[in-house]
């Protein structure tokens, strides 16, 4: 048992591995730049979506055929800062790789024990903490314009369902019997049960840490500039230690795990949303319209549209394109939705190259536990990797694998460890 341990980073991983830790009797101290519900969080600006069935990576067989195509039609979720390419390219490279048909099976396997049970994880984090109210359940639909495009998207759908995550088919008059507004681009979905959302993101993570503090726990709103072996110096000089270091930061962890000897191939993967206030509709239930990559999730006074892939690092200013994109496709949805008022967000989510969270022991500083890297599923994962953190820290994680996320695996090779897979799908 452990006495004490700091966590760095307060988005939903964090709070999950630091209030996990608290409820173990641990002394914990968090600590993070921002505040937990501050818009820089990239759990503050997700689409909000407890995606059970989210297994299936964004590097996949034929991407690379695609993407540039892809990098030239206005209407594509993909976006590149074309200046940013050479610093992208030795994450680009192993990232496409990876989308090889048997390490891209791999990457599914391991993928499936960290979203399978989130909506089981959010609720047991959130139970009589305040946050609760915020986590609602129901259908999840991929929307498309037609049965032929829901065709077109075999090999995701497949491996949903190979993995155990049925869904059923709708057609148009089952989509407008429930949603009268549903613009007629969209006329197929694959629906599917036992998914769940968060209403409100902001208000969550602030009741979230609000409780981690009431029941004692500490928050530091500061920046680490350094990690080590039980230790955090802060950017002001100032020096904390502890039993162990939970590094949860996203995608900031790569300086700090670079600094104790650990490579993170880790890239910004920048997601973007619009929050249309007080719309005249919204959905009965989230929908990921397929063909855009965007979420629209019926939320606390708001509409969230949500989503699209833009790498140019994290310096950048937001871009234009994936705003516009976000504009042009809401309009698909619903023609004639009106609003009263709405907010555009960015933010960094944290991708590895294969697409896999980094979770475990540093090796080369053995009192630091690794848990980020969940790359567009980080609301989905959060809870469930912060709670295996804190097991990991607390020495009680069993006989569970966690193999496929060793916090040393891109020290061997720049590719991730995750093994070659020739057949199947289990």
Not at 8 to 37: H, K, Y
Not at 240 to 256: H, Q, T
Not at 262 to 269: D, K, P
Request: contains cysteine.
């Amino acid at each position: 048992m452990i006495g004490s341990a700091i966590v760095v980073g307060a988005g939903i991983t964090g709070l999950s591995a630091a209030e996990w830790l608290r409820r173990a009797g641990v002394d914990v101290t968090l600590i993070d730049r921002v505040m937990p519900d501050d818009a820089a969080q990239a759990s503050y600006g997700n689409g909000g979506i407890l995606a059970r069935c989210a297994i299936v990576p964004v590097s996949v067989p034929g991407l690379l055929a695609k993407a540039p195509k892809m990098l030239l039609d206005r209407d594509s979720p993909l976006f590149l800062r074309w200046s940013y390419l050479p610093r992208l390219l030795p994450w680009l490279i192993p990232f496409l790789h990876n989308g090889s048909g048997g390490r891209m099976r791999a990457i599914v396997k391991a993928l499936e024990p960290l979203t399978t049970d989130s909506v089981d994880q959010h609720m047991a984090l959130s139970a009589g903490t305040g946050a609760e109210r915020y986590v609602a359940t129901g259908e999840y639909a991929y929307l498309y314009p037609d049965r032929a495009a829901f065709e077109g998207d075999a090999l995701a759908m497949g491996l949903r369902d190979a993995y155990g995550f049925g869904f059923e088919e709708r057609g148009r008059q089952a989509l407008a019997d429930a949603d009268p507004e549903l613009g007629e681009a969209y006329n197929f979905a694959a629906v599917f049960k036992d998914h769940g959302w968060i209403t409100d993101p902001g208000a969550y993570l602030a009741a979230l840490a609000g409780h981690f503090r009431k029941q004692g726990g500490t928050f530091r709103q500061a920046e680490a500039a350094e990690i080590g072996n039980g230790t955090v110096t802060l950017a002001d000089g100032d020096s904390l230690s502890a039993d162990k270091v939970v590094l949860a930061a996203g995608v900031w962890s790569k300086a700090l795990a670079e600094k104790i000897g650990h490579r993170a191939s880790m890239e910004s993967e920048r997601g973007y949303h619009l929050d249309l206030q007080q719309p005249s509709h919204s959905p009965p239930i989230p929908y990921m319209v397929a063909d855009a990559k965007v979420v629209v999730t019926p939320m606390t006074g708001a509409l969230r549209c949500a989503g699209v892939v833009e790498f140019g690092g994290l310096e950048a200013p937001p871009s234009k394109g994936p705003i516009n994109l976000i504009r042009r496709q809401i309009r698909r949805v619903y023609p004639r939705l009106t609003w009263q008022g709405e907010a555009e967000w960015m933010g960094h989510r944290p991708s590895t190259a294969d697409s896999l969270p980094l979770l475990g022991h540093a090796p080369k500083a053995p009192r630091v536990v690794f848990a980020f890297g969940s790359h567009h599923i980080g609301m989905t994962i959060g809870p469930r990797l912060g709670r295996m953190a804190g097991d990991i820290a607390l020495e009680r994680l069993g006989n569970t694998d966690i193999s496929p996320y060793a916090a040393d695996r891109f020290d061997k090779n720049g590719r991730g460890g995750v093994p070659q897979v020739s057949v199947g799908v289990g």
